[in-house]
């Protein structure tokens, strides 16, 4: 399904730590999320991961890891990131678009590994840049454009 929703959207001061949910977020254009510590001129300003993977992982190795915990900004539900590859585009809410600029990443002992013994984002993560700014929350519409 090329459609989906946010269910969480998580930020972080500076890199290298677990995010925290917040109940909105403004993305800007040719940077990141404000106030996100991986915003910058750079292909990774946001970071995308499907709930269903999070709760597959939780499932398999008994866990309760919950929205921010991967270290991914927006937690998206119900969309088959299988569809999505580098130059996707996604709208997320009425007017935020990123672009995927690269799927899964290098694998090195992380916060998240060293925390919960697995990582999720070197295999399913999404990593986007913002080609349009908008303000996002819990809930918005998540689409394939």
Not at 68 to 81: K, Q, T
Request: aromatic residues 6%; glycine residues 12%.
């Amino acid at each position: 399904m090329t459609k989906g929703f946010i269910y969480a959207v998580s930020i972080s001061p500076k890199r290298g730590q677990l995010k925290k949910e917040v109940p909105e977020a403004k993305l800007i254009e040719n940077y990141g999320i404000e106030n996100d510590g991986h915003a910058g001129d750079w292909g990774r300003q946001v970071t995308c991961l499907n709930l269903a993977s999070v709760q597959k992982i939780n499932k398999e190795h008994h866990l309760k890891i919950g929205p921010g915990d991967f270290a991914e900004n927006v937690l998206i539900e119900g969309m088959d990131f299988s569809a999505l590859t580098i130059g996707s585009k996604i709208r997320l809410g009425k007017s935020a678009v990123l672009e995927v600029t690269q799927v899964g990443k290098e694998d090195h002992p992380s916060i998240v590994s060293r925390t919960y013994g697995v990582s999720i984002l070197p295999s399913e993560g999404l990593f986007c840049k913002v080609i349009s700014g908008g303000i996002i929350k819990k809930g918005d519409v998540v689409e394939k454009i």
